[in-house]
């Protein structure tokens, strides 16, 4: 698949040119120019952060429609535990479920559940671990794609185990309903990562994800189907461990490993991944890094605020007693539909030159014209930083000027040049001396 397909994208109707989202992206994907944002495709990770901030709603996720569950002739749903968090405590997980199926959809198979089974998966992994080097979760695609951009030193210590949200469709198609023909496999997705985890897929060749839908598209409707509800069948099969991966320290806790340690927060990932590729991070086995807020429950795709969602997923999942009928186990030879078929190659960067010895004469221009920038970082220019201004000014795709400081000293200086040039008379001519 291309590398440039992403499901953030940019209402420039809505957008007011504010430069909230330049400030905010880890990857320094976002410039304003003429005053309206545009998202470098290299660079962008769908993490939604710049959905989350943007105060006119100009960033959307492009997630799938309902309509698509038409062209399958048997649908499942995956819906991610997140979606249990956005309904108020009297709303049971059951309940939830058949609201879900009640959409449309044939069956329900949780990703909760998927969690759980990658859950002992990750055990096992780590009874046998012997490098001395912390591994990294990939159940967050957006973390993975940072590394992938920012730390590719990095990427080796991922964990090479596919996302619950992907395990699960593989194990629909694969183990549960493997006679059904022309099966359409739907996630109910948080966050926009997920969405792009399916349309560009990293470390598979292809995802089993047919279509994903937004939770935040499809609550309203939902709410009326749950409110509504007559009987209620018994869908939940996952354990609370799986429920909790829904909610930061949820997988590092359901591991039951002593040398976990979890992040969330995409600013705090930064920092953490920044020390870990500079060998500061010592004597872990194991980081959750979870891009939102408090894990998916702060998703840019939700509508329950973070710390509520949080609140309920702890709650609902203490409530959550053995299914009457669970799926047979794994077979040992499906279990490699666990794990990734392809590798994660570092991302390549914008190119400043395809001839290497330009691109290292426009590299030392880029260092001088960052000396010569005030180093505020102020966005201002329309680039998050100083330094990122000057590679577009390399790159012919903004000017020196676009500073303000530099805009200024400009002004000031052409100011006083008028002005001694206004004091300046030139010597009056034999004619106008005898008026």
């Excluded at 996302?163 to 593989?170: F, V, W």
């Excluded at 937004?214 to 309203?220: E, G, L, P, Y």
Aim: with cysteine; net charge negative.
């Amino acid at each position: 698949m291309s590398a440039k397909i992403h499901s953030v994208v940019l209402d420039k109707e809505k957008c007011m040119g504010c430069t909230n989202c330049i400030a905010h992206c880890p990857t320094e994907a976002i410039r304003v120019r003429h005053g309206k944002a545009y998202i470098i495709e290299e660079r962008c990770i769908d993490c939604g952060e710049c959905i989350r901030v943007c105060p006119h709603h100009a960033k959307k996720a492009q997630a799938d429609s309902l309509d698509l569950l038409g062209k399958f002739d048997f649908t499942v749903a995956i819906p991610a535990p997140t979606l249990y968090g956005q309904f108020k405590d009297p709303y049971s997980i059951d309940m939830i479920l058949t609201a879900v199926k009640a959409l449309g959809f044939d069956e329900i198979f949780e990703a909760a559940e998927a969690a759980d089974i990658v859950t002992d998966e990750l055990k096992k992994l780590l009874k046998s671990k012997e490098e001395n080097v912390p591994w990294i979760s990939s159940s967050c695609p957006a973390v993975v794609r940072l590394i992938q951009t920012r730390y590719p030193a990095l990427l080796d210590q991922i964990v090479r185990i596919e996302s619950p949200m992907e395990i699960a469709a593989r194990l629909v198609k694969k183990t549960v309903y493997p006679d059904k023909k022309n099966i359409g496999v739907f996630f109910i997705s948080p966050c926009p990562a997920k969405i792009t985890a399916v349309k560009n897929p990293l470390g598979s060749t292809d995802s089993c994800v047919d279509g994903v839908l937004a939770i935040n598209d499809i609550f309203t409707l939902l709410h009326t189907k749950v409110s509504g509800l007559g009987k209620v069948e018994k869908l939940g099969r996952a354990s609370s461990r799986g429920v909790s991966w829904a909610r930061s320290e949820g997988e590092s806790h359901s591991v039951e490993w002593p040398e976990t340690v979890a992040v969330d927060g995409i600013d705090n990932i930064l920092k953490f991944l920044e020390e870990l590729e500079n060998g500061k991070i010592k004597h872990v086995d194991f980081i959750e890094a979870m891009a939102c807020p408090g894990g998916c429950v702060g998703g840019a795709l939700t509508v329950e605020n973070p710390y509520i969602c949080k609140a309920r997923i702890i709650r609902k999942a203490g409530k959550i007693e053995p299914p009457a009928e669970s799926r047979e186990p794994l077979k040992q030879e499906h279990e490699s539909l666990l794990y990734m078929n392809a590798d994660i190659p570092p991302r390549e960067g914008m190119k400043l030159d395809p001839d290497f010895r330009k691109a290292l004469e426009k590299m030392a221009v880029i260092e001088e014209i960052t000396a010569s920038l005030p180093g505020l970082d102020c966005g201002s220019c329309g680039a998050p930083t100083c330094r990122a201004l000057a590679e577009d000014i390399v790159t012919d795709t903004a000017r020196k000027n676009d500073c303000i400081f530099v805009l200024r000293d400009e002004i000031r200086n052409l100011t006083e040049s008028l002005a001694e040039l206004g004091s300046w008379m030139p010597p009056l001519l034999p004619d106008e001396e005898k008026k």
